[in-house]
């Protein structure tokens, strides 16, 4: 949106072409294109919905991540670019690991992790969340033929619901992180319209990941690498520790703006 809370033609653009199914390119092509009253009154209504603040990728149910489309709505965080460092880093693990077989995606939302890993490396994925309406969406973006037969997907409250004993080769996760006290400070697209389920991780926003660490030394294989996204270098260092004290060592990764991003731990101590 403008400054002045109006449409860009961009957006204009892709609420139209979503009604219409048509790709923007056709749309742009024939501006003078006929259409019929209900869809005439759905692109209206999408656009004043577009003025109230809600987040496009919601209007059209569907964002871009690594250059895939991924169907969203409002049970999932919407993709961000930020995750795509998580994603590259393990790619790069497992590229170099042929061995390293069982992958996990705790906390996948809208799936876009489990799906990315699962398409790009080959290997199968299990993904939990504990959020059933958003296991539907990832369930809905695991039916592309090119990851299908190779999600699995668990509703689970972190690893509560996963098998006593089954152990993987590498854990990512995008667990909740956003401190309580700067919640107020989001921007008012995410606060209203985004869930906060999937935000906000208690007072330093790693209460989740607390838990998730505590759970780890069960479920990691020697070896084995935990992949976790945070949203600050003070949370990457915090994280780090706590992974450090159940026996990992520890790296950090940054994001393209330079801010610390993915906190990595190689299991070494079962
Ligand atoms: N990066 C997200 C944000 O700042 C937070 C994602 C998360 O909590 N996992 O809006």
Redesign the pocket.
Known sequence: MTKGGELTGLEKVAIISRVLSLRSEAVLAHPDREMGESAARRIKDLFAQRETGKPLAYITGEKEFFSHPFAVDGNV?IP?P??EVLVEEALSILGGRPLMRSVVDM?TGSGIIGNTVARKSGRSVLCVDVSTPALSVAQKNGRDPAVSGRLTFLCSDLFYAVKKGARFDMVLA?????PEGEWED??KD?KEF?PAL????GAD?LDVYRSFVRALPDHMEEGGYVLC?I?SARQADMLGELLASVGCMVTKKKDLAGKERVVIGKWINS
Do not use: S
Not at 174 to 178: D, F, R
Not at 198 to 201: F, K
């Open positions: 965080l961000r930020d995750t906390g995008n667990l909740p992180y956003v989001l921007m995410v985004e999937a935000l906000l991780g926003g996204e949203g």
